[in-house]
């Protein structure tokens, strides 16, 4: 690994670490040119971000010592990224447009990406037109997606952002085993025509085979048997395993495409539907544009890559070991959900692609909420505690359609302008006496009012959310978390960290079988689970 790019990352990160972001601007005339760009209808401006020209500078040099260009073109060629399971990671094949010509380790992918988009194409097609129909011969008027993890976050962000006020179908999502999630999915609906898509890669998972079930014998005890796999459709990587459980038709993804990256496949095919087939080839030429410009602009110019880069600075070079997204756009309110299964999935990691544990800092911990909610709550404690936390405004221009939202705005670039500039003591204390407090009171107060500010943000422009500007945003957050995880030198594309509570739970709902904890119980899990069980 680069080590002495590394030393002087951190090196100049300690040099500067008490240095005004403001100051920056001031001594850089060019700094804001140098640290924006537009990629495939965005704009990213990330001149609020700590780092000096000379930071800027040795986080790039970071970026060419780890190789990030020769790990990219490897993505791309379809070669075994995903060192830990032996397989490529292709989902950009899957957004690819027709002609296309990716390969998993050497096997030709395209011609099979195109024929599955093309099934999902004339499948959402005829049941939008009411072609295809339920047990009954009725029409499907609704649709409850069942899945979990990669297999629900990702869909459900297409659904939240791009759905129509008064949709024509009614798209639900099921993702919790707790039972209180499929009733409130079922409220409401009509056995016959109502369609259940069940989205998982084995489909060997615990909570949503035990949700499919769920929603079978809901349909089971309405419906004639003769017809009733025409109500249930499965995706997934098994399937065999789909037509045994009753799916009358399977749309297919590959082992090469991980759960978290899947959404641009047959995984979204609800989303396909309810929104027609037009609106989610728009959401993949978005993700295509955004690989265009990741695999074409020079480091210096290119969205992930700084992106990522401005991320490692305040993680590695500062200590900030969290960072918070705000959504300015009310149907971007899960997108916080989303990353942090993208980012903290894929880059939770402790040990280096060889096995060896890392040196320093990876992933932080990701959160947020759409604004001007976040600002209500956690706003607080950005602007004030004692931590750094570092943050991504999202500013969509238009959000809906009657007009241009600038309280939306403003309250966006206020709360990035204040993060940077901050409020001192002096000027806490003269604004106090303006107001016609006392000297006595003032200066009480005047330090609960200071904002240290010089706190870091990066801010993302979009005129409209549209189909285009989501599949670019989302595609750009996904080689964002690649570029990190090359520089960390880590594979972001395992998640063994997720299978041990899985392998544990199945040993626990054993002991729930047998009545009683066993033996090889930890006390306090045995305890527990003989409170739960009496």
Known sequence: MPDSAWTTLTQVAANEAGSRILDQFRSDPERLSLMSLEAAGLYLDLSKQSWSRAGFDAALALARAADVEGRRAALFAGEAVNNTEGRAVLHPALRAPKGADFHALGEAVSAEVEAVRDQMRDYAGAVRAGHET????????????????GSDLGPRLIWDALRPLDPAIDLRFVANIDPRDMAEALTGLDPETTLVIVVSK??????????????????????PTDGMDRHFIGVTAAPERAAQFGCGQTFAFRDWVGGRYSLWSAVSLSCAIALGWEVFQGFLDGAAALDRHFLEAPLEHNAPVLMALAQIYNVDGLNRPSR???????????????????????????????????????????????GTNGQHAFFQQIHQG?????????IVGQTHEAEKESPLWANALAQAQALMQGKSTEEAH???????????EAARLALHRTFPGNRPSTTILMPRLTPQALGALIALYEHKTFVEGVIWNINSFDQWGVELGKVLAKAVLK????????????????????????
């Open 511 to 534: 002991d729930v079988a047998e009545g009683a904890p066993s033996a090889s119980l930890d006390p306090s899990t045995s305890s527990l689970l003989t409170r739960l069980l009496a």
């Open 324 to 370: 918070t997204v705000a959504p300015y756009a009310h149907a971007l309110r899960r997108l916080p959900a989303f990353l942090q299964q993208l980012e903290m999935e894929s880059n939770g990691k402790r040990v280096q692609r060889d096995g060896t544990p890392v040196e320093r800092q990876t992933c932080p911990v990701v959160f947020g909420e759409p």
């Open 202 to 223: 084995t489909f060997t998972t615990q909570e949503t085979l035990a949700n499919a079930e769920v929603a079978k014998a809901w349909l089971a005890a309405a419906l």
């Open 386 to 394: 004692p931590q750094v936390v570092p943050a991504e405004f999202i």
């Open 134 to 149: 339920g047990a009954t011969g009725k029409p499907f008027k609704a649709i409850v997606h069942v899945g979990i993890g």
């Open 430 to 440: 003269a604004e106090l006496i303006a107001s016609g407090a006392s000297e006595e």
